[in-house]
Structures are given as structure tokens and as C-alpha cells.
């Protein structure tokens, strides 16, 4: 029996080639199918990450804008409360040359050592009235 020839040989030689390149073929097309769905997916993690950015840039923006109103806001309700204050020592020390035993006085007083607590200007005008106050006393018996 004849093995065929050239020509049968050139067919098995063709048909493992065509084998050969379809299976290459198969295995190249899966390789594309897997890596292209991981860049998918890596392109759908991007845009999230992306996205998430943006809302913790903005997030972060409102925060400092927060801050810098309430910062402004301290500062102005700091300066009002230094006038205030500065307003009733004014007041406080006309009133103790007047009176020095008042008791509105003493209530006030006490309620600026407990909002101010080393503040002890309006304790020495106190003293030198009622010191002044206890002078003139003296002189006038």
C-alpha cells in the first residue's frame, strides 16, 4: 500500500497547520477576552476613583470654607466681647467711685472672674475707690 505521496503529505502537513493556527488563533482570542474584560473593569475602577476624588475635593472645599466663616466669626464675636468688657470696666469704675458696696457690683464682678479669670483690673479699681472712699471718710469726721 501506497503511503500517498507528496501530495497526501502536503494535506496532513496543511491540516496540523491549520490546527496548529486555529488553536493559536483560540488561544490568542481568550487571552484578548480576559484581558480586555480586566481593562474594563480597570477603566470602571478609574472612572469610580475618579468620581470619588471629586466629592472629597468638594467635601474638603466646604470644609475650609466652614472654617474660615467660623474663623471670621470668632474673630468678630472676640472683638465684641473685648469692647464689651471694656465698656463695663469703664462703667463698673464710675459706678465703684459712687458706690463701691454695691452689690450689682460684686454680682457683675463675679460673673467676669468666671468669664475672665485672670482679669484683675477692675479688683484694683476697686480697691483704690473704696481705699479713696474710706479717706474721705476719715477726713469728713
Known amino acids: 500500500m501506497d503511503d500517498g505521496g507528496i501530495v497526501d ?7 496540523g497547520g ?7 488563533y483560540a488561544i490568542r482570542w481568550f487571552f484578548q477576552w480576559i484581558t480586555g474584560r480586566l481593562d474594563r473593569r480597570q477603566d470602571l475602577l ?9 466629592e472629597w475635593q468638594a467635601i474638603r472645599e466646604e470644609l475650609k470654607a466652614d ?32 458706690d463701691p458696696k454695691n452689690p450689682a457690683l460684686i454680682q ?18 476697686r480697691i483704690d ?3 479713696a472712699a474710706s479717706e474721705l471718710a476719715k477726713t469728713d469726721t
Open 67 to 98: 472654617n474660615d466663616r467660623m474663623k471670621a466669626r470668632l474673630e468678630a464675636i472676640s472683638r465684641q466681647n473685648e469692647a464689651i468688657r471694656f465698656a463695663f470696666h469703664h462703667v463698673a469704675a464710675a459706678l465703684i467711685r459712687i
Open 18 to 24: 491549520a490546527g496548529a493556527g486555529g488553536g493559536f
Open 9 to 15: 503529505n502536503a494535506v496532513q502537513i496543511a491540516a
Open 129 to 131: 475707690a473704696a481705699a
Open 108 to 125: 457683675a464682678e463675679q460673673m467676669l472672674a468666671k468669664a475672665f479669670p485672670v482679669d484683675f483690673g477692675m479688683m484694683l479699681d
Open 46 to 54: 478609574d472612572a469610580q476613583d475618579q468620581r470619588v476624588d471629586r
